[in-house]
């Protein structure tokens, strides 16, 4: 990844358990897609933790430009050679919220490439 990982919390402490999950994630994520431009990842617990809220992640990738179609996830991108994949998820526990978003992102990268690759045939 070319710009360093970027972690916010918001309505919880920073916690080492998180933030290594956080980079375990991402080390998954960039054996099956190394060329990462950028990588932020916003956790956010409930504000009322005893009415049953859910913790909420959003990760914002940014993706090499010739990789992927500039239009192909729906959000304009600010930089011509990048382009934007935000990712969300919400579960009760935060660290299951981040392994969700990780998921969904791979997932959803896999099916532009694949596309990409037959579409190409």
Same mark, same amino acid.
């Given at each position: 990844?070319? %710009?360093?990982?970027?972690?916010?919390?918001? #309505?919880?402490?920073? +916690?080492?358990?998180?933030?290594?999950? &956080?980079?375990?994630?991402?080390?998954?994520?960039?054996?099956?897609? =190394?060329?990462?431009? %950028?990588?932020? &990842? $916003?956790?956010? !617990?409930?504000?009322?933790?005893?009415?049953?809220?859910? %913790?909420?992640?959003?990760?914002?990738?940014?993706?090499?430009?010739?990789?992927? =179609?500039? #239009?192909?996830?729906?959000?304009?991108?600010?930089?011509?050679? %990048? &382009?934007? @994949?935000? &990712?969300?998820?919400?579960?009760?526990?935060?660290? @299951?919220?981040?392994?969700? !978003?990780? #998921? =969904? !992102?791979?997932?959803?990268?896999? $099916?532009?490439?694949?596309?990409?690759? +037959?579409?190409?045939?």
């Amino acid at each position: 990844m070319i %710009s360093p990982l970027e972690i916010e919390f918001h #309505n919880i402490q920073p +916690t080492d358990l998180l933030e290594s999950r &956080v980079r375990q994630e991402l080390a998954e994520f960039e054996k099956y897609y =190394d060329r990462l431009l %950028s990588c932020r &990842v $916003d956790i956010e !617990a409930p504000e009322h933790e005893r009415r049953g809220g859910l %913790s909420k992640v959003q990760i914002d990738f940014g993706l090499p430009a010739g990789d992927i =179609d500039q #239009n192909e996830f729906g959000k304009l991108a600010e930089k011509p050679e %990048s &382009v934007p @994949m935000e &990712v969300k998820a919400e579960h009760k526990d935060p660290a @299951m919220a981040v392994h969700a !978003a990780f #998921n =969904d !992102a791979r997932r959803r990268l896999k $099916d532009v490439l694949i596309a990409r690759f +037959t579409e190409a045939r």
